[in-house]
């Protein structure tokens, strides 16, 4: 058995989930398959992901000719910067999720 103690204020989300109440409920078994599949199509996503920034490792890594203009250089330094700022705060996230969820 389990039991999530996610606090919403751990999470900056105590705005919206004010007046829910504390009071302890089941997680039922058509909820927690719905979440499951949500937390699947995350993990395909970041699979997805993965595969492209390899290909996108490789061509930056390869022999081969690149030619740029110095803002096309920084647009993909700012998108890379913005792409590893929203994989820590998941990873963060996702640790903070794990210890909110325990077993009992």
Known sequence: MYEIIANPEDYKLDDLIKGTG???IEFS?????K????VN???RKLIQFSEKSQDLAKV???NE???TTPASLKTLKIQLFIINDALNSALQI???LE?????K
């Not at 078994?29 to 398959?33: L, Q, T, V």
């Open 60 to 62: 930056l890594s390869s």
């Open 65 to 67: 000719k690149i030619t």
């Open 35 to 38: 979440w499951a599949k949500e």
């Open 99 to 103: 210890s909110d969820i325990i077993p």
């Open 22 to 24: 504390n009071t302890k």
């Open 41 to 43: 199509e995350f993990s």
């Open 94 to 96: 996702a640790k903070q």
């Open 29 to 33: 078994s058509e909820e927690r398959a």
